[in-house]
């Protein structure tokens, strides 16, 4: 409204605007076409060189949802980890804690359908977004997620996976902490934690730590990122007295700890 005010009182403020629109949606448009190119090009290549590298291929042949959720680095590194985990044959199933419209949850699918896995995939999420801030996610960045940031429907996670063509995860909606422990694996493989804050943090690892296999890999989103604090915060105090204390390694905003 008040940008309307503004344009019909200043025509040339208006066409000022206009044209940096116009400049913006031509960047954009380059941006996507020259992306559009490198993967035409990056593709072509893999079929030259028959590279049958699983995860690049995944990561070549599928789009990712446009939620904003997750990089396609990021989806990198939780497809390498769960690919070793498949291939070690580790006991037990698979968990994403905070799954949202399931940008993550697909590839996950995917890889376990090549395998032709039979470890259950489990998804959970309260689909009413963050829940409240605790004083250790406060941070001083211009980015700031509060509470019910990231809220979805349980609806459109099974709508994704229909579009897609694969099977549906086992959802699980509710609070990590609330939900009853028969609602989580007794083994679990492989977790990923992509709660965002550090209550949500802490409430995954209560309810998955306990249940994880020996070598069984745990990836958290967010961490050591300035803008979720206290996603690493709740990493360390939960872990402060466990044999994997200060273990976590870290890579392009995502931890990796692997079970003792
Ligand atoms: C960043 S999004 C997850 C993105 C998802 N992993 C992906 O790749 O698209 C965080 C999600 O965690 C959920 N969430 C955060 N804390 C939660 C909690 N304590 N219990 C249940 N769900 C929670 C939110 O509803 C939100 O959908």
């Known amino acids: 409204m008040e940008l309307l ?3 019909r009182k200043n025509p040339q403020l208006s066409r000022i605007i206009k044209k940096m629109y116009k ?3 031509l960047n954009n448009y380059i941006t996507f076409k020259l992306r559009a190119i490198k993967k035409f090009l990056k593709k072509l290549f893999f079929r030259m060189t028959k590279n049958n590298n699983i995860v690049e291929n995944l990561l070549l042949n599928y789009e990712i949802l446009d939620s ?3 990089l396609e680095n990021h989806l990198r590194i939780i497809l390498t980890n769960l690919k070793k985990i498949l291939d070690e044959n580790i006991d037990g199933d698979i968990v994403e804690l905070g799954c949202n419209a399931g940008s993550t949850s697909l590839f996950i699918q995917r890889l376990l359908n090549i395998y032709k896995s039979n470890k259950q995939f489990h998804v959970y999420d309260s689909f009413e977004g963050l829940p409240e801030k605790h004083n250790e996610d406060m941070n001083n960045e211009e980015r700031q997620y509060k509470l019910g940031d990231c809220k979805t429907k349980k609806e459109i996670l099974i709508n994704n996976s229909k579009l897609a063509n694969i099977k549906l ?3 699980h ?3 990590f902490g609330k939900l009853p422990d028969a609602e989580y694996p007794k083994k679990i493989a492989f ?3 992509d709660g965002d804050f550090y209550t949500s943090i802490i409430d995954s690892f209560n309810k998955v730590y306990p249940r994880m ?3 069984s890999i745990l990836l958290i989103h967010d ?6 604090p206290g996603v690493e915060k709740a990493c360390v105090d939960f872990l402060k007295d466990k044999p994997e204390k200060e273990s976590i390694v870290y890579n392009n905003r995502i931890g990796v700890m692997i079970k003792k």
């Open 5 to 7: 005010d503004i344009k």
């Open 23 to 25: 400049y913006v949606s």
């Open 68 to 70: 904003g959720m997750i």
């Open 169 to 171: 995860p086992k959802i």
């Open 173 to 175: 909606v509710g609070w």
């Open 191 to 193: 977790a990923f934690f």
């Open 213 to 215: 296999s020996t070598k």
């Open 223 to 228: 961490y050591k990122w300035d803008v979720l």
